[in-house]
């Protein structure tokens, strides 16, 4: 899967968890200075990328992930 | 010390007879009924099968994100909160927060949230459960959503008193405002738990009508052949507010919430006292504490949830503690029972009907008990000038609450 294709699964997750325009998605937003995702929708972006992309993401590395470009690289590391 | 008076300046809600106040006024007077069939697939194995839903879903007000987080018990909250905010001029109008305080409660709480979560953790695993469970099933959830919408920091409080919860919340913003602590308090009632578990179990306990095969007439107070209550769903809201406080800026107001009585019965957790002994103390503490004398209340927004006891002890503690001359109404009738939110729709009625003149009426009230002395808008609202009344509500555990609304 590439970089692209896992941020586009990353886009549809924050739209349907918390109302994210999918064009206000990049790889250099950050998840709660940009994209005003909070710590509660976090554990449910989290929870559903786990699904969508068939990888586990430990609690304490959620911490790690402060940008979409840190989640595409974790997931693809993982996947 | 005397004590500051306290008006109403901002109504809102969402019933089964509409998305707002103006609508569900509107079909009061018209004597409309909003219960119907439930067509729901989980409904039909029930011994009850009909409810009063809601005109509006929450998803036509509120966007689906902010929905994901709420309870439709908070959702129809805040909706209701919105409304009664911006009825009374405060959108917009820079009132001091740390004046502001909220007092609103529920019956039930996030019964919906509990019960679909569960059905999760059973299904999928805990992992699934949503981050959102705790806030959205908390009692105290309700309140706390409608505070941080406006921004209150005076205090956001959650009374639970079964069935009287909404009564008891206004009754404790009354409270609120005379101690000082805050120049305006958003006060009422919220209650959406149509679902099977409170049907099944309140049929368990025979307490709700089962008159299936025509919901419209189900719902009939003081009524021979009443057979119990119908569940409702909704919420209601009054901005209560200091009345130097409106007046200095030139607030509408609809009412004076005059005074307030609070007992409890210590007879029974869910048989309301025979007598009404409770309730009749509850009404003689409203009228001491408003000041008002009982041949001066001219109508009664009544408890009466169609019940074949409940009904006729409130007649009896209506006659021991005001007479028999007022005008009642059992408002019920029509909009079903909305447990904690029933004592919040119900001072709304009963402020429009003093704020208008007009009492709505009790529909279904075909066949009058042998014992109902007092006078009843029956069939049709009433055309009179109501320049006092009181509204009352019990619950289960006792609770009684009289609410005292007087013509400013």
């Known amino acids: 899967m590439t970089r692209e294709e896992i941020t586009t699964g990353l886009a549809a997750i924050l739209e349907e968890v918390a109302g994210v325009a999918p064009a206000d998605v990049a790889e250099e937003k950050s998840f709660t200075e940009d994209l005003d995702v909070d710590s509660l929708s976090m554990v449910e972006v989290v929870v559903a990328a786990e699904e969508k992309f068939g990888v586990k993401i430990p609690d304490d590395e959620v911490q790690n992930l402060k940008t979409v470009g840190d989640a595409v690289s974790f997931i693809e590391k993982a996947a | 010390m005397t004590k500051p008076d306290v008006v109403v300046t901002g109504l809102g809600a969402t019933t089964p007879l509409g998305g707002d106040v103006a609508s569900t006024w509107d079909a009061m007077l018209a004597g409309r009924s909003g219960v119907g069939l439930l067509t729901q697939e989980w409904a039909a194995e029930l011994p009850?099968?009909?409810?009063?839903?809601?005109?509006?879903?929450?998803?036509?007000?509120?966007?689906?994100?902010?929905?994901?987080?709420?309870?439709?018990?908070?959702?129809?909250?805040?909706?209701?909160?919105?409304?009664?905010?911006?009825?009374?001029g405060l959108a917009g109008a820079g009132l001091d927060v740390e004046r502001l305080a909220v007092s609103l409660g529920s019956g039930i709480g996030g019964l919906l949230t509990l019960l679909a979560q569960d059905d999760i953790l059973e299904?999928?695993?805990?992992?699934?459960?949503?981050?959102?469970?705790?806030?959205?099933?908390?009692?105290?959830g309700p309140a706390a959503h409608v505070g941080l919408e406006l921004g209150a920091q005076a205090?956001?409080?959650?009374?639970?008193?079964?069935?009287?919860?909404?009564?008891?919340?206004?009754?404790?913003?009354?409270?609120?405002?005379?101690?000082?602590?805050?120049?305006?308090?958003?006060?009422?009632?919220?209650?959406?738990?149509?679902?099977?578990?409170?049907?099944?179990?309140?049929?368990?306990?025979?307490?709700?009508?089962?008159?299936?095969?025509?919901?419209?007439?189900?719902?009939?107070?003081?009524?021979?052949?009443?057979?119990?209550?119908?569940?409702?769903?909704?919420?209601?809201?009054?901005?209560l507010e200091r009345a130097d406080h409106a007046a200095a800026r030139g607030a509408r107001v609809y009412a004076r919430l005059a005074g307030a009585g609070l007992t409890s019965d210590g007879y029974d957790i869910v048989q309301p006292h025979p007598e009404g002994a409770g309730a009749a103390r509850a009404i003689a503490r409203a009228l001491a504490d408003a000041g008002v004398a009982a041949g001066d209340v001219v109508h009664v927004n009544a408890h009466a949830t169609s019940t074949p006891v409940g009904d006729m002890g409130e007649i009896k503690a209506l006659r021991a503690a005001l007479g028999t001359h007022p005008v009642l109404t059992a408002?019920?009738?029509?909009?079903?029972?909305?447990?904690?939110?029933a004592g919040a729709l119900e001072s709304i009625a009963t402020i429009l009907a003093i704020h208008n003149g007009v009492i709505p009426p009790t529909i279904n009230l075909d066949d009058p008990e042998d014992d109902l002395d007092i006078d009843v808008a029956a069939h049709k609202a009433r055309h009179m000038e109501v320049p006092a009344a009181l509204n009352n509500s019990f619950g289960f555990g006792g609770h009684n609450v009289a609410l005292l609304f007087t013509r400013v």
Do not use: Y
């Open chain 2, 123 to 140: 299904t999928s695993g805990p992992r699934r459960v949503s981050p959102h469970t705790v806030p959205m099933l908390m009692p105290n």
């Open chain 2, 331 to 341: 408002t019920k009738s029509m909009t079903g029972h909305l447990l904690g939110a």
């Open chain 2, 48 to 88: 009850v099968r009909i409810a009063a839903q809601l005109v509006v879903d929450p998803s036509e007000v509120l966007d689906r994100v902010r929905l994901r987080r709420l309870d439709r018990s908070e959702a129809i909250a805040l909706i209701a909160a919105q409304q009664a905010w911006a009825d009374a």
């Open chain 2, 155 to 239: 205090g956001v409080h959650a009374v639970a008193s079964a069935c009287a919860t909404g009564a008891e919340a206004i009754a404790l913003g009354l409270d609120i405002i005379r101690s000082g602590r805050a120049d305006v308090v958003i006060a009422g009632g919220t209650e959406a738990v149509v679902h099977p578990l409170p049907l099944a179990g309140f049929a368990a306990m025979r307490a709700m009508s089962t008159r299936n095969d025509d919901p419209e007439r189900a719902s009939r107070p003081w009524d021979k052949a009443r057979d119990g209550f119908v569940l409702g769903e909704g919420s209601g809201v009054v901005v």
